[in-house]
Structure formats: structure tokens, C-alpha cells
């Protein structure tokens, strides 16, 4: 490697030097990192003209009592930045783990966290009413860091991660639905066949929507519909409002609807049906608790049959 690699130029640097340079580079003066750190500012300071000692050159230009950073230091803060990641997701993992008693902590996809998880948790605590929960929302691509993390015991998603540290469990399955004003399909009890998928503007949901884009998108490329693209949302939240406006037909999952319909908006199923499918995901080296087998145990009950659940 050479001098100016900026793998090797941060293995001269403690952690410390780390934690410092990034407070100033990401608040831009010594005195606001020495407040995020919790430190004074002459410490700040002196940590910061050790780690330049330690590389042999400036990180930061001192204008006017002001640091602006170096031409070099722009160039070390991508590797930096990625270390400090780490560090926090480590501090994170031992608090967690420190952290006495059982509580689960559950996170979804941000719609099944609209209305299926919340009525899931309030049902459990029914029967266990001591029961302790964390609940969140996270997408898909952030599935893997916030378990290792500790920051969440089970993810229920509609994608089974292929990753050897993650164990999926199917537990039930979903379908897809529009969204859409009273009487915008025509008669009432009409389903959203290929007909009427071609003659409605449907309003299109993005590639980084996530996995039930995806789905959709694969689906109605199999049926071969070319669908107008002239307008696009990276939520369906985005998606219902623009439907209740009449803006066009959005699409939702099942399990995010019933959060989303209200006056002026309903729900149709696509004929033929566009499933998918629900999985409980978590770590493959940490079996699940006894509370957690029992709240696995009941969401497979709501969604086999939600009427059993009050």
C-alpha cells in the first residue's frame, strides 16, 4: 500500500483519534464536537494535534478560530466514517446485551408496522398482559446490521434474506391490492382484472420501494401489462393520497391497508390474486426466547385467520 492509502493511514490513529476527527469533521468546530463528546474543548484539541502528529500532516485548516477540513481529510472521512459506523453499532450491541429483563424487541416493514404489528402487540399483551415490548419499522436492506446489533430480535418481512446468519420462518402470506375512490372501478364489488388494470392509470411504485414493488412489478410483467409510468411514489403512503385525490389507483399490501383506506378510499384484490408471502426473520445463532415463540406462534394465528384474533 502506498503512503497516502487511506486504510493504512487510519491504522496509525486510535480509536479516540477516530471519534474525534469525526465529531469536527461532521459538526465543523472543536467546541460543537466537544459537546457531542461530552468532553472539554482543550481535550478536543489536543487529541486532534496528537492524530496529526501521528500521520505527519494537517486534517484541518484553522481559519479564523474556524477548522475547515484539508483536502486529505475529505479523503480519509469515507474510510473514517465507515469505522465509526462500527463503533457505534458495537456500543449499541453492548448496551443491548447489558439490558436486564425480556423484552422483545420486533421490528417490520415500515406498512406492516402501520396497522398489523401494533394490533399484534396489543393482542398478545391481552392474554400476557406483563409482556415487554420494543417496537420499530426498518427496511429490508438493514435487516442483517440491526439484528446483529441487537436492536431488534425478530423482523417480519415479506422476503426470506438468503444470508448464513439468518434463519426465516415462513408464517403466513398476503396479497396484494389497489387503492381507490368509491365507484372508480365502475360497479361495485368489481375486481381489478387485466381489463381494468390496462384501462386505469395506475400509479407506479419505485424500484427502491421495496420487496413488495417487486413482487407487484414482476407479477404484472408475467401477464405481460405495460403499465404507464408517468407516475411514480417511493411510498404508498405517497401512493394513497395521490389515490384519494383521484389521482390514479395505488398499490398496497393487505396488511398496510386497512391503516391507509379511511373516507374516500377502499380496497379491491387483483384478479387473479398477486401473493406474497410473510416471514419472521432473526439471527440463526440465537434462538428465539420463550416470548418470542409465543408471539411467533400468534401471528401465524392472525394472519391463517384474523377473525380468531380479537
Given at each position: 500500500?502506498?503512503?497516502?492509502?487511506?486504510?493504512?493511514?487510519?491504522?496509525?490513529?486510535?480509536?479516540?483519534?477516530?471519534?474525534?476527527?469525526?465529531?469536527?469533521?461532521?459538526?465543523?468546530?472543536?467546541?460543537?464536537?466537544?459537546?457531542?463528546?461530552?468532553?472539554?474543548?482543550?481535550?478536543?484539541?489536543?487529541?486532534?494535534?496528537?492524530?496529526?502528529?501521528?500521520?505527519?500532516?494537517?486534517?484541518?485548516?484553522?481559519?479564523?478560530?474556524?477548522?475547515?477540513?484539508?483536502?486529505?481529510?475529505?479523503?480519509?472521512?469515507?474510510?473514517?466514517?465507515?469505522?465509526?459506523?462500527?463503533?457505534?453499532?458495537?456500543?449499541?450491541?453492548?448496551?443491548?446485551?447489558?439490558?436486564?429483563?425480556?423484552?422483545?424487541?420486533?421490528?417490520?416493514?415500515?406498512?406492516?408496522?402501520?396497522?398489523?404489528?401494533?394490533?399484534?402487540?396489543?393482542?398478545?399483551?391481552?392474554?400476557?398482559?406483563?409482556?415487554?415490548?420494543?417496537?420499530?419499522?426498518?427496511?429490508?436492506?438493514?435487516?442483517?446490521?440491526?439484528?446483529?446489533?441487537?436492536?431488534?430480535?425478530?423482523?417480519?418481512?415479506?422476503?426470506?434474506?438468503?444470508?448464513?446468519q439468518l434463519a426465516c420462518q415462513e408464517i403466513g402470506s398476503g396479497q396484494i391490492v389497489v387503492l381507490h375512490r368509491p365507484g372508480a372501478l365502475g360497479s361495485a364489488g368489481a375486481v381489478m382484472d387485466r381489463e381494468r388494470l390496462r384501462r386505469h392509470k395506475l400509479i407506479g411504485m419505485s424500484a427502491q420501494s421495496g420487496p413488495l414493488a417487486r413482487i407487484f412489478h414482476q407479477e404484472v410483467a408475467r401477464r405481460g401489462i405495460d403499465l404507464d409510468g408517468d407516475l411514480t411514489v417511493d411510498t404508498m403512503y405517497i401512493g394513497a393520497v395521490l389515490a384519494r385525490l383521484g389521482a390514479g389507483l395505488a398499490v398496497s399490501d393487505d396488511l398496510s391497508a386497512p391503516a391507509l383506506l379511511g373516507e374516500g378510499l377502499i380496497s379491491t384484490p387483483f384478479e387473479p390474486p398477486i401473493d406474497y408471502r410473510i416471514f419472521a426473520v432473526h439471527l440463526a445463532d440465537a434462538p428465539l426466547s420463550r416470548i418470542a415463540v409465543r408471539f411467533v406462534k400468534m401471528l401465524r394465528t392472525m394472519l391463517a385467520a384474523p377473525e380468531s384474533v380479537v
Open positions: 500500500m502506498s503512503q497516502n492509502d487511506p486504510a493504512r493511514t487510519t491504522q496509525l490513529l486510535s480509536l479516540r483519534h477516530i471519534e474525534v476527527f469525526h465529531a469536527i469533521y461532521a459538526n465543523g468546530s472543536a467546541s460543537a464536537a466537544a459537546v457531542v463528546l461530552n468532553v472539554s474543548q482543550p481535550s478536543i484539541s489536543k487529541t486532534l494535534r496528537h492524530a496529526e502528529d501521528r500521520l505527519g500532516f494537517a486534517l484541518f485548516h484553522r481559519v479564523k478560530g474556524r477548522l475547515s477540513p484539508t483536502e486529505k481529510a475529505h479523503i480519509l472521512f469515507s474510510e473514517i466514517d465507515e469505522i465509526h459506523e462500527k463503533l457505534i453499532s458495537l456500543q449499541r450491541s453492548a448496551r443491548n446485551l447489558g439490558v436486564r429483563g425480556e423484552t422483545l424487541k420486533v421490528s417490520a416493514l415500515p406498512g406492516f408496522g402501520l396497522d398489523f404489528l401494533p394490533r399484534a402487540v396489543a393482542c398478545f399483551r391481552a392474554v400476557e398482559p406483563h409482556a415487554r415490548f420494543e417496537l420499530g419499522t426498518l427496511h429490508s436492506a438493514d435487516i442483517l446490521r440491526r439484528l446483529q446489533s441487537r436492536d431488534c430480535d425478530i423482523m417480519i418481512g415479506c422476503e426470506a434474506p438468503m444470508h448464513p
